[in-house]
């Protein structure tokens, strides 16, 4: 089981974390997603071995900015 903290910026509420955390998990090889705006970090837990990039641009795509 594969930890990565993403540093994002743009989520302002509840609201985003629950959209970042339900677009997150319909990837392949997510298996958990947590969301939390007040310090701006999405934490993925990985049960497969995927490119992480699938998942920034997954975040991009949502509206929100990855940051490195
Ligand atoms: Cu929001």
């Given at each position: 089981?594969?930890?990565?903290?993403?540093?994002?910026?743009?989520?302002?509420?509840?609201?985003?974390?629950?959209?970042?955390?339900?677009?997150?998990?319909?990837i392949?090889?997510?298996?958990?997603?947590?969301?939390?705006?007040?310090?701006?970090?999405?934490?993925?837990?990985?049960?497969?071995?995927?490119?992480?990039?699938?998942?920034k641009?997954?975040?991009?795509?949502?509206?929100?900015?990855?940051?490195?």
């Amino acid at each position: 089981m594969n930890e990565i903290i993403f540093n994002v910026e743009g989520m302002m509420c509840n609201g985003c974390e629950n959209r970042v955390q339900n677009a997150l998990q319909t990837i392949d090889g997510v298996e958990k997603v947590v969301a939390n705006h007040v310090d701006g970090t999405v934490t993925v837990t990985l049960n497969s071995d995927i490119d992480k990039s699938i998942i920034k641009d997954k975040l991009e795509d949502l509206g929100y900015e990855v940051k490195e």
